[in-house]
């Protein structure tokens, strides 16, 4: 504890910690000096922000309550108001929405006490458009984030208007207008990257505009804002509330970008430092973890990672569908993403899962459900303008022509895709998509091309780690060298019947009415086809009926 003659130097110091962003050396130094005197109310507004910064939400609510009755014992309302304000915010934002509304209510009194304008009524808009985003009253919610912009113009508070306009700009997303939504951000975030707002408003507004980006698809912005996130985050070492998002956010771009052993390590960094102090990115950090050990083959701690995810509160799937697809269990992941899907009705939010769909559709033999899906997905990319999503599209629509046996069909969606992926720098997902190309060329007679894709992939997957997808590959030469062309006469006549509507694209169902059979029976049929011709897929039965010259064609014996 200092000495009164001591004091001064102490808070001369801690002013001077809290100019130069040391956020922990001027708490510190700063509470050294409380614990001597009452500190005034500019050093003591100071504590409190670093209290903010450093995650030490205890001695920030206690500090932002002092504040409170400060102001309000001497008879400055709209201040107390103020603070009043931050305490519900920061309550809402942990979920505890009880205390944060009678905060609310209290700083809304204390306005309403004035007659003359104040900035405090433009913050105590800032819950109400959050509660009709809640409610997905959209256009309300956009409106009053908008009224509480034009209170902080005519105050000349930054930090108000750059929080306002974050809201506007979600609302108006939500509703659709994902343009007019990314334009605010954008003005939003040239504030926050010239440094012409606060430090706890910079940080609150980078994450929250990087988490939106990336709930549009809206990728190469949302690269661009973690890189200033990240420079902003290692500028001031001190830093831990904003640390682990951060840290998340760059394992995304990381991911993305082919680098998944760096991105691992950085994951798992942040779901360690994390979990006592920012549930939500641990929460979205392990999800991260689990996709990243998918990708990579690791499927127990793939497992792991997700189920850990969930317990924080992140919805697992699509990624835990995935990995049931990528452990063989189609029908396990089927059920797991019709459930997520069937839960949500956020256009936005069923984007995120329909790509899984369409593919775990195709694999479960279910065409109508993943045509649906990508229509449901066009739809989507209609109103967000994102290069990613236009190529997730593409992928998932040249998937179907695919299945249905249209190669010729599913070229041109796949060249898109490809493009897409290449443009934004995402060497996974363009490698997936040259596979898929690979499978167009070879029906089409096109040899050396689906050799070339084929080999493109395979030399991608081994760069990057991508086990899962290796394997795959490797099943799928083996299968096709081992399916002998002789076994034709080792099917009889029904299965032969079964197996060319097989390659028409027909499901079982479809099939079992065509023929008059019962869909077990079907079922049974094509088991016993895939048994005796060698494969493993519908696919690859299709591809063994044209390369044999079983459609367009009578075999002796055929009823």
Known sequence: MP???????????????????????????????????????????????????????????????QLYHLHKASDAPTRAAFYAFWIGFRSMSLGEIARATG?????????????????????????????????????????????????????????????????????????????RGLALFDEGMLAATCGELSPLITGLLLCS????????????RAREWTAALATWCDEQPDLVTFRGACQVHRSEVLQLAGRWAEALVQVERAVVEQEDIDREAAAAGRYLQGELHRLRGEFDNADAALAHAARLGREPQPGLALLRMAQGRADVAWSGIQRALAEQLDPLVRAQLLPAAVEIALAVDD??????????????????????????????????????????????????????????????????????LARACDALGDAEGAARALSAARETFARLGAASDLAALDLAALDAAQTPRDQTDALSPRELQVLRLVATGMT????????????????????????????????????????????????????
Do not use: M
């Open 103 to 179: 905060w609310f209510g209290r700083a809304q009194r204390l306005v309403e006490r004035v007659d003359t304008p104040c900035v405090e009524e433009g913050y105590l808009l800032l819950p109400l458009s959050v509660r009709h985003l809640r409610e997905r009253d959209f256009e309300a919610a956009a409106l009053t984030a908008a009224a509480a912009a034009t209170i902080g113009e005519s105050f000349d508070d930054a930090d108000l208007v750059a929080l306002a306009r974050d809201l506007e700009g979600r609302a108006l997303i939500r509703s659709g207008q994902v343009d």
């Open 367 to 436: 065409s109508v459900a993943a045509i649906a899906y990508c229509d449901e997905l066009e739809e989507a990319a209609r109103n967000c303008h994102s290069a990613s999503l236009e190529g997730i599209v593409a992928f998932a629509r040249g998937l179907t022509h695919l299945a249905a046996n249209d190669a010729q069909a599913a070229l041109g969606p796949l060249r898109h895709a490809h493009f897409s992926w290449q443009h934004i720098g995402a060497p996974y997902e363009e490698a997936r998509v040259q596979v898929a």
């Open 209 to 220: 505009v990087i988490s939106s980006c990336k709930r549009v698809f809206a990728w190469e």
């Open 508 to 559: 079982n169902r479809a099939i079992a009415a065509e023929l008059a059979l019962s869909d077990k029976t079907i079922e049974r049929h094509v088991s016993n086809i895939f048994t005796k011709i060698n494969v493993r897929t519908r696919t690859a039965a299709a591809a063994y009926a044209y390369e044999d010259g079983l459609i367009g064609q009578k075999k002796p014996g055929d009823g």
């Open 3 to 65: 000495r009164g003659n001591e004091r001064p130097a102490v808070l001369d110091r801690a002013r001077a910690h809290y100019a130069a962003h040391e956020w922990r050396d001027a708490f510190d130094a700063f509470r050294a000096g409380a614990e001597q005197a009452p500190l005034d109310v500019d050093d003591l507004e100071a504590l409190t922000w670093c209290a903010a910064l450093i995650g030490r939400d205890e001695e920030f609510f206690e500090a932002l309550d």
